[in-house]
């Protein structure tokens, strides 16, 4: 193995990527534009107030009851534009025609159970929330606030958190928001980007260029030769990932946890989009269309893998595609080990992020060729 | 050590052998267990010369691009493979330089034969592969550095730079450099190894004038070290300025092969001096009773051919004598223009579009 060959190719490598400011460009602050733009978008919650109607439902309201205790604090958190609807409208239909996306129900027997938890410590109550999924700009924020909201009210009323709850099917948690969403997604995308792009230059570019001519007839194998770049390009796919957790930490304030799996994913997907790049290159040997086969590649993998939102806002077809898509495993893998710390969720797609960065590189090697036929 | 595969002649099962060459080995069928002796034949080759190419044909599909062409580049000589695009150069150079794979053939560089010694062979030689571009944000003296980093030699970059008057420029980043300057860095590259070969495909092409003529100074500079040159290339003037042996290849055959006077002599016209505007009507007869060759051309001058060069002022010498009078006189030399027109019908420059 020539180690100083690969010592100098990716010390050189580092120099001259540096030296070109577009590429750092795209690879380090486009990113952290686009996190700071959606992070202000998505979580400016406190200069806006967002529409809620609210139904109470309860059997018992009265001006001294919980319920409308409860919606008191709803409409004095200042956060909601609270519009109250009788018992006898259809929600459904309400939300539909006045445009509204997000409502909340009181059920009938709020007071009621309420009142009887004080001697069967085992009740609970479920408001029911209703949202617009395809409208993802409040999705999130409003259900954390209600979450917020619930929890305090529990505490005052009943010492408990665990009384009156919110019934829906929203995957998100109530304590995380969408920026500890959006950062794992942002990483997984950067990092494909800067892979797929990094691995088509090279097999594309290089090639028009007579470089790989040129090393075919010098002494370096082509394990060595990869070996190098792919040193180089996790040096790339940390650093754009060091540079956005550091935004998310200093801007946003999240909290990362950093263990092995993180480390595992990042370097897999490395791998595993670098042999995409390989491939692609492959088959489509010309730099520009090249460069068009991997925008058209990854552009539709950035949306549909759930980078930016849940999968389950996006219809059940979709969904169902972006199970076989690599990024939706990376995005998941990343948000289960840094965010969620959900060690079981976390092996599960990191076990699929394994199996997706040895086949794809694999092949990607397999298929590159030097030799010209 | 030499690999064969030989065939059974009872049972037609084919095995593979390994021996050195001059060496005869038993071997036994594995299917029928006939056994057989196999010779290892020596192989000899010219001590004399730094590339050696015999029957070598490449074939894509019904397309024959390089057909059974062969030929020997001695060791210190800039040797011009010239010809046409499309002719089979870049092919040629690029199954010797094993980058493509030939249909068959056999090459050998330095006495070792490109199957299966290449790696060996590869520290000694040096590649410019044709429209070569390096790393666009990489210094000169970095892009030295770089590829010197692949060879087990320690590399005089300092050294090549000079050479190549890259002095002024080290510092500066390969997309800033003229098309000049590029290709000089990529023959500098090509020198990193001090290899004993130095391969430069089509390097001047694409460039202006001046700066194809800064390319030249560089190969001869080559010539000046001791280096072997193998320079393909479509422009003849290249040729002539720098080779000392020239292949012409055609169609993916070689059509003509020598030095440049070699080649003159063999398929041009030689020296030919023209008198123009001759009053005299006897001066054909007179010069051809002094044995030159003569004849009045379309235009009215009289072309007169010159073996070699004293017999010039010879037909001064007559001119003056017989008091004849002339316009101007003027002496012209076949070039490979007119060789490549001799032997193919087509100009080289035509050929070429």
Redesign the interface.
């Known amino acids: 193995m020539?180690f100083?060959?690969i010592?100098?190719?990716l010390k050189?490598g580092i120099?001259?990527?540096l030296?070109?400011k577009g590429t750092v460009f795209w690879t380090i602050l486009f990113p952290i534009l686009l996190i700071m733009i959606f992070g202000a978008i998505f979580s400016g919650v406190d200069e806006v107030s967002y529409d809620l109607v609210v139904q109470n439902l309860d059997e018992d309201a009265d001006e001294d009851s919980f319920s409308a205790s409860f919606i008191t604090i709803l409409k004095e958190s200042g956060v909601f534009n609270v519009k109250e609807i009788n018992k006898n409208t259809d929600m459904d239909e309400y939300l539909k025609d006045e445009d509204i996306s997000t409502g909340l129900q009181i059920p009938e027997d709020f007071d009621e159970k309420l009142e009887l938890y004080f001697v069967d410590q085992n009740v609970s109550i479920n408001l029911t929330y209703f949202y617009d999924p395809t409208d993802s700009n409040t999705l999130g924020v409003v259900r954390s606030i209600i979450a917020g909201i619930l929890d305090e009210f529990n505490n005052q009323m009943t010492q408990s958190k665990n009384v009156v709850g919110i019934d829906d099917k929203s995957i998100l948690g109530q304590e995380f928001e969408f920026i500890d969403f959006f950062v794992p997604g942002m990483i997984g995308f950067t990092i494909m980007t800067s892979m797929v792009y990094g691995s088509i230059e090279r097999n594309t570019k290089y090639r028009?260029?007579?470089?790989l001519?040129?090393l075919?007839?010098?002494?370096?194998t082509r394990a060595e030769w990869i070996l190098s770049k792919m040193l180089f390009m996790l040096f790339l796919s940390f650093i754009s990932t060091f540079v956005i957790m550091l935004v998310g930490v200093l801007v946003w304030g999240l909290n990362f946890h950093i263990n092995i799996f993180f480390f595992i994913i990042v370097i897999c997907t490395s791998f595993m989009f670098s042999g995409l790049g390989m491939i692609i290159g492959r088959f489509v040997k010309e730099e520009e269309t090249a460069d068009m086969a991997g925008g058209a590649i990854t552009f539709p993998m950035m949306f549909l893998a759930g980078t930016f939102f849940p999968l389950e806002q996006m219809p059940e077809f979709l969904q169902a595609i972006a199970q076989v898509l690599p990024l939706y495993y990376v995005n998941e893998g990343l948000r289960n080990a840094m965010i969620y710390a959900n060690l079981e969720k976390t092996l599960y797609f990191t076990s699929f992020v394994i199996v997706f960065a040895v086949v794809f590189f694999l092949v990607g090697v397999f298929l590159t060729k030097w030799?010209?036929? | 050590m030499v690999k064969k595969t030989v065939r059974c002649p009872n049972c037609g099962k084919t095995t593979e052998i390994f021996g050195q060459p001059g060496e005869i080995k038993k071997v036994v069928c594995s299917s029928c267990f006939t056994e057989g002796k196999v010779t290892f034949e020596k192989t000899t080759y010219d001590s004399n010369a730094a590339i050696e190419v015999s029957a070598l044909r490449k074939e894509?599909g019904e397309l024959v691009a390089v057909n059974d062409i062969s030929f020997k580049v001695k060791i210190g000589e800039v040797f011009a493979f010239l010809g046409p695009n499309g002719a089979g150069k870049t092919t040629t150079v690029?199954m010797i330089?094993?980058?493509?794979?030939p249909t068959r053939g056999n090459i050998r560089i330095l006495g070792k034969s490109i199957k299966t010694s290449f790696?060996d062979v590869?520290?000694r030689?040096g590649?410019l592969?044709?429209?070569?571009?390096?790393?666009?944000?990489?210094t000169v003296r970095?892009t030295l550095?770089?590829?010197s980093?692949?060879?087990?030699t320690n590399a005089d970059i300092d050294g090549i730079i000079n050479a190549m008057d890259l002095k002024d420029e080290e510092n500066k980043?390969y997309k800033d450099l003229s098309g000049g300057l590029k290709q000089r860095v990529g023959v500098a590259?090509s020198l990193v190894n001090n290899p004993e070969i130095v391969f430069l495909d089509e390097p001047s092409t694409g460039l202006d004038p001046k700066a194809r003529r800064e390319v030249w100074e560089v190969i001869a500079s080559l010539r000046k070290k001791g280096k072997t040159v193998f320079l393909t290339t479509h422009y003849m003037e290249e040729a002539e300025f720098l080779a000392d042996h020239i292949a012409i290849i055609h169609k993916g055959k070689i059509i003509a092969e020598g030095s440049l006077d070699e080649l003159i002599n063999k398929y041009g016209e030689g020296s030919v001096l023209r008198i123009k505007d001759c009053k005299s009507k006897e001066v054909i007869n007179i010069l051809q009773r002094s044995g030159f060759e003569v004849k009045k051309e379309k235009n009215g001058d009289i072309a007169v051919k010159i073996d070699y060069k004293e017999r010039i002022i010879e037909v001064l010498s007559i001119l003056k004598h017989e008091c004849v009078e002339y316009g101007t006189i003027d002496i012209r030399r076949s070039n490979l223009e007119e060789i490549f027109l001799k032997l193919t019908g087509a100009k080289l420059s035509e050929a070429d579009s």
């Open positions: 020539n100083k060959f010592k100098t190719d050189l120099r001259s990527w030296r070109s028009k260029d007579g470089i001519r040129k075919l007839t010098m002494p370096v030799k010209e036929d | 894509y690029e330089e094993n980058i493509r794979q790696d590869k520290e030689i590649i592969p044709q429209e070569f571009h390096s790393f666009e944000r990489l970095e550095f770089y590829f980093s692949l060879y087990k980043l590259i």
